[in-house]
């Protein structure tokens, strides 16, 4: 599942590299001769940005401050409306409230991602932007989702934060709508510790995402940083020489991640599967989903309870769903209802999403396990079903 797991001495050198090779310049700009003309955070953009295809990349300090970003640089403001989906880490609703925008909250389908039955009425005047998340590495349904926008007339940010190395019809997450952003903490498919990144395949919109990222720095290389130019203002959300230098390496290793996860998720939907009560979550691109989570549903909230309950006694632990829904359902989210004047009715108002997620479970699927630990995991998982 997450990049932690392959974490060794290749990163501790990587490490050691910018203090040894560089004189320990931390910082992402200037100081060439100091650093010895190393710049491990354009590097790191450079490549990630080839990985999956986009002309660039805008490194950034966390997912959460990539969608903030990309957001800002395409325009979002205070009063405008940006609709995205019930089921998503808390962030997505916080980027856009830090915009001054409002949240207009869509039920999620079998996908566990946002019902394109729902987002064409939830179009109004003052829509100027579509949020889907390709939740737990499975993509959104892009061609409808995209169809609809285009109707409308209405941009695509993708929040790909959780589906990292995913593709949709041959195309890699954040490259299927206008822009798309990623999470690189310590729980995803490559890790720098905190850090994310946009990639579009506009490029001038990363450019002025990497401005808004270094508080509206042009970076005229005819000029010392102290007297560059600037069109805008922005913020500090840069990425540090060490972060970067951990993502190199955890990059090189993306596929590998990938290859796993659909070993594992093989033979854990097999062995699974043989039980008649449970449905799993579906799917929109086998081959291209980043296969890192198993997701099923029962008849009842009351089912899925005990299910957890007896996979907790084995050992076995969930992901996301049912223990941290707390942060990633919006029904649950009373920080942020309770103190705005949206959806007083926040408890109720997501019936659809909540009456699927109440009877679901998800379980991670792991990258360091060998053959017999996927079947081992799964055995125990059948074993709970078989027993209720």
């Given at each position: 599942?997450?990049?932690?797991?392959?974490?060794?001495?290749?990163?501790?050198?990587?490490v050691?590299?910018?203090?040894?090779?560089?004189?320990?310049?931390?910082?992402?700009?200037?100081?060439?001769?100091?650093?010895?003309?190393?710049?491990?955070?354009?590097?790191?953009?450079?490549?990630?940005?080839?990985?999956?295809?986009?002309p660039?990349?805008?490194?950034?300090?966390?997912?959460?401050?990539?969608?903030?970003?990309?957001?800002?640089?395409?325009?979002?403001?205070?009063?405008?409306?940006?609709?995205?989906?019930?089921?998503?880490?808390?962030?997505?609703?916080?980027?856009?409230?830090?915009?001054?925008?409002?949240?207009?909250?869509?039920?999620?389908?079998?996908?566990?991602?946002?019902?394109?039955?729902?987002?064409?009425?939830?179009?109004?005047?003052?829509?100027?932007?579509?949020?889907?998340?390709?939740m737990?590495?499975?993509?959104?349904?892009?061609?409808?989702?995209?169809?609809?926008a285009?109707?409308?007339?209405?941009?695509?940010?993708?929040?790909?934060?959780?589906?990292?190395?995913?593709?949709?019809?041959?195309?890699?997450?954040?490259?299927?709508?206008?822009?798309?952003?990623?999470?690189?903490?310590?729980?995803?498919?490559?890790?720098?510790?905190?850090?994310?990144?946009?990639?579009?395949?506009?490029?001038?919109?990363?450019t002025?995402?990497?401005?808004?990222?270094?508080?509206?720095?042009?970076?005229?290389?005819?000029?010392?940083?102290?007297?560059?130019?600037?069109?805008f203002?922005?913020?500090?959300?840069?990425?540090s020489?060490?972060?970067?230098?951990?993502?190199?390496?955890?990059?090189?290793?993306?596929?590998?991640?990938?290859?796993?996860?659909?070993?594992?998720?093989?033979?854990?939907?097999?062995?699974?599967?043989?039980?008649?009560?449970?449905?799993?979550?579906?799917?929109?691109?086998?081959?291209?989903?980043?296969?890192?989570?198993?997701?099923?549903?029962?008849?009842?909230?009351?089912?899925?309870?005990?299910?957890?309950?007896?996979?907790?006694?084995?050992?076995?632990?969930?992901k996301?769903?049912?223990?941290?829904?707390?942060?990633?359902?919006?029904?649950?989210f009373?920080?942020?209802?309770?103190?705005?004047?949206?959806?007083?009715?926040?408890?109720?108002?997501?019936?659809?999403?909540?009456?699927?997620?109440?009877?679901?479970?998800?379980?991670?699927?792991?990258?360091?396990?060998?053959?017999?630990?996927?079947?081992?995991?799964?055995?125990?998982?059948?074993?709970?079903?078989?027993?209720?």
């Amino acid at each position: 599942m997450p990049g932690f797991e392959l974490i060794n001495r290749k990163e501790r050198k990587a490490v050691l590299d910018v203090f040894d090779k560089s004189n320990g310049v931390l910082f992402a700009h200037g100081f060439d001769a100091r650093r010895n003309n190393v710049f491990r955070v354009r590097e790191f953009e450079k490549k990630f940005a080839e990985k999956i295809g986009s002309p660039k990349a805008a490194a950034c300090s966390s997912g959460t401050a990539a969608q903030y970003i990309a957001m800002k640089a395409m325009g979002i403001k205070e009063g405008d409306e940006v609709i995205t989906q019930s089921f998503t880490f808390i962030a997505t609703i916080e980027a856009i409230l830090a915009c001054g925008a409002k949240p207009a909250v869509v039920n999620v389908n079998d996908t566990y991602n946002m019902d394109p039955a729902e987002l064409g009425n939830a179009i109004t005047e003052k829509t100027k932007m579509i949020v889907p998340v390709h939740m737990l590495g499975n993509p959104a349904e892009m061609d409808k989702i995209n169809a609809i926008a285009r109707r409308h007339n209405l941009p695509v940010l993708e929040d790909a934060c959780e589906a990292l190395g995913a593709k949709y019809n041959g195309t890699y997450t954040g490259l299927l709508g206008d822009a798309g952003i990623f999470s690189l903490d310590f729980g995803k498919t490559i890790t720098t510790g905190e850090g994310g990144m946009i990639v579009s395949g506009n490029a001038e919109l990363i450019t002025r995402c990497m401005q808004f990222a270094d508080h509206g720095h042009e970076c005229d290389p005819s000029l010392p940083r102290g007297r560059d130019t600037a069109s805008f203002y922005g913020f500090n959300f840069r990425m540090s020489e060490l972060q970067a230098a951990v993502g190199l390496v955890q990059l090189e290793r993306l596929e590998y991640v990938k290859k796993k996860n659909h070993a594992h998720k093989k033979i854990m939907k097999k062995i699974i599967g043989e039980s008649d009560k449970i449905r799993f979550r579906r799917i929109t691109d086998r081959k291209g989903e980043l296969a890192d989570t198993v997701i099923f549903y029962v008849e009842s909230p009351q089912l899925a309870e005990k299910i957890v309950e007896n996979l907790a006694k084995k050992g076995v632990g969930t992901k996301n769903v049912p223990d941290a829904m707390r942060w990633h359902f919006n029904k649950h989210f009373t920080q942020i209802w309770n103190n705005t004047s949206y959806y007083p009715d926040y408890a109720t108002r997501w019936a659809k999403s909540d009456e699927l997620l109440s009877r679901s479970v998800s379980l991670p699927v792991m990258v360091n396990w060998k053959k017999n630990d996927a079947e081992a995991f799964a055995q125990k998982v059948l074993d709970v079903l078989n027993e209720i």
